[in-house]
């Protein structure tokens, strides 16, 4: 306190001083409080919502299918692919193989053809 000019620390202990700080202390205070409940819940005036419309839900889970069944009937090619591989000349190993790469090609056609089973479906719903 030794460092602060003796008016300017008579000033600043005065009375006067002291409510004029006070006020200024409190109004700053009210306005803050009263400006951030304000800030916090504004309201922009137009509604968000967080899911999507049904045609947009539809949508996404035909894409989820048709990489389902896409990865599902890549993996019964490969599986194909190694049962034909290690058959060496047994039969049922090759039946076994052959029946696999059908399944294959039955999962690549429902995965070709899912858009159109679905609009099929849509239809009968009547959506």
């Not at 602060?4 to 700053?28: D, E, F, Q």
């Not at 400006?35 to 889970?61: C, E, K, Q, R």
């Amino acid at each position: 306190m030794s460092h602060i000019p003796a008016r300017l620390r008579a000033l600043t202990h005065s009375r006067a001083a002291r409510v004029t700080g006070r006020a200024a202390g409190v109004a700053g205070e009210v306005l803050l409080v009263l400006s951030v409940p304000a800030a916090a819940y504004a309201d922009s005036g137009v509604p968000m919502l967080a899911v999507n419309s049904l045609p947009i839900v539809i949508f996404n889970i035909q894409t989820w299918v048709m990489g389902i069944l896409f990865a599902i009937a890549t993996l019964f090619l490969i599986l194909s692919g190694v049962f034909w591989a290690t058959a060496g000349g047994d039969t049922a190993q090759v039946e076994r193989a052959k029946s696999t790469f059908k399944n294959a090609l039955i999962g690549y056609a429902l995965a070709v053809l899912a858009p159109i089973l679905l609009e099929i479906a849509k239809g009968i719903v009547g959506g």
